[in-house]
């Protein structure tokens, strides 16, 4: 009895040293995160709006209906840098429209994309490229280039032509049907994952036909979560503890867990068939000619160093993020672009009699060419003039740049630094920071970068930056030139550096197809008072029905020449 009892005493003793040493380390952690380190950083004395304990400024930052007024607000009342509150007084977070300052950020190593990110990312998608950092990330990176050149984007030039004229039969079949009124995303969202399906992977949705096949509907769920996002207090202790998913998954848990194994499964078996053919055609990998972006990427890590080549694990997990990537940012592309030609009927007439003037030009003066009947090089000539019309190039560059599919993007520091400016910034003490000097900026610190804020800054596209203006690319103010990323200027919706997006040819150059297939057959008219939202990309909805989730109905009439 004695024994229990001194037992017992010890171990209530050791839960009272157990919950003191919690405790104090409660405090200390507390009072590190709202008193010592807000007091020791140096953006605590950079220009910025002011708010109470726990107030706030993401909202008005992170809401597209909301952010182009702050930004410009505050870049008029604070410069081009400036400090903001994240999750409160003590959350000091920096943002910048110093280009000098973006570009060193987006390819200096000491900037990654914060661990919640990346792994709200391979939650969903896996350890896929846009969750990886570092030196993963570069080999990686490496490995899927060939995929994405020139060439190998030339190459989807057929089945692009061959899905825009399958669209373009849907939508008349529907104005057939005495439907007038057409949501535009969903349609262009089913063409697009049919394009990515065959151009990515020779594997055939058939998602314009019919929405029935088990891999598109199962990602069409992964989609449906992706814009619910990891909300409330589940959603951040999963963040924080993951292992609380494993134990005990929600019900959002288990619809991501279903919707990855129906796509794991599928696959795995494209997948192996795949490498069995191109090991069954040559023994030397190089020598394949397949277009389609996994058969690239299972040759080139063939005949990459046996060391450095990626599991079949690591390939499902790319097969899954280029599909989920490449289908919503390029249907988001074309679905804006038809959204502001539908805003601006001037610009959609301008536009529609370019595109037209290529049949009128034509030696036969016959209809477009047709993927189903035309051949690989007709089709291949055709794009490279429809590639040439300057107008439309100036339609899509001004579209991608009012229109980011990608809102904006976060860092964080993962050391100490200084990040360099290009123009001085006044302290709150009133001193003065002059280049070469830059920012101070501690470990940890997230630094948000304003992609579309970018594109619409005045100081870069001067005081029409906010208007649809295609003219603006035949004169583009001296700012704007200087190219960040190659072949569109200082437009920032496909990032830059070594996290930009790879497959930006694509989507330029799916974009521009579609258009030419369908505006000379359609007139597009607002139909709804449409805003934009944020979740992963930016999405379009309906401003009084917004609980009815991303949609963008439009009214579409038949084009009649005269």
Known sequence: MIAVQSFLAVLVKACLVIFLFTLVRGLVWVFNLFILAPFLDPLKNIPGPDGSALETHLGGLMDPDLSPKTHKLWTEKYGKTFRFHGFGSHDFRLMTFDLRSVSYILTSPVYEKPWQTRRMLTTLLGRGLSAMEGNDHKVLRKLIGPAFTAQAVRATIPICFQKAEELRDRLDALLSEDTSKIDITHWISRAT??????????????????????????????????????????????????????????????????????????????????????????????????????????????????????????????????????????????TWCIHLLSLHPAIQIRLREELLSLRANSSSHSDLPKASSSTPAGLYAHADAIEALPFLDSVIRETLRICSPVHSTIRTAMQNDIIPISSSTIRRDGTEIKPPDGIPIRKGTFVHIPLQGLNMSEDIWGKDAREFKPDRWSNLPESARAPLHPGIANVMSFSLGPHSCPGWRLSTLE????????????????????????????????????????????????????
């Open 511 to 562: 974009t521009k197809l579609f258009i030419s297939v369908i505006l000379p057959h359609f007139i597009f008219t607002p139909a709804e008072e449409i805003g934009s939202y944020v979740s992963i990309v930016m999405r379009p909805y309906v401003r009084t029905q917004l609980a009815k989730g991303s949609r963008l109905p439009i009214m579409v009439q038949r084009y009649f020449a005269e």
């Open 193 to 334: 994952f049919d394009v990515i399906g065959l151009a990515g992977f020779d594997y055939n949705f058939h998602a314009l036909q019919d929405e029935s096949e088990e891999v598109y509907l199962a990602y069409r769920r992964l989609f449906d979560v992706a814009d619910q996002g990891p909300v409330g207090m589940r959603g951040l202790l999963q963040m924080y503890s993951p292992f609380i998913e494993k134990v005990l998954p929600d019900k959002l848990s288990r619809t991501v867990n279903d919707c990855l194994r129906v796509i794991r499964k599928a696959g795995i078996e494209v997948l192996e068939s795949k490498r069995l053919a191109i090991l069954a055609e040559k023994a030397n990998a190089s020598e394949i000619h397949d277009k389609d972006i996994l058969s690239l990427l299972i040759k080139a890590n063939l005949s990459a160093d046996p060391s450095k080549r990626l599991s079949d694990s690591v390939l499902l997990d790319q097969i899954v993020t280029l599909i989920f990537a490449g289908n919503d940012t390029t249907s988001l592309f074309i």
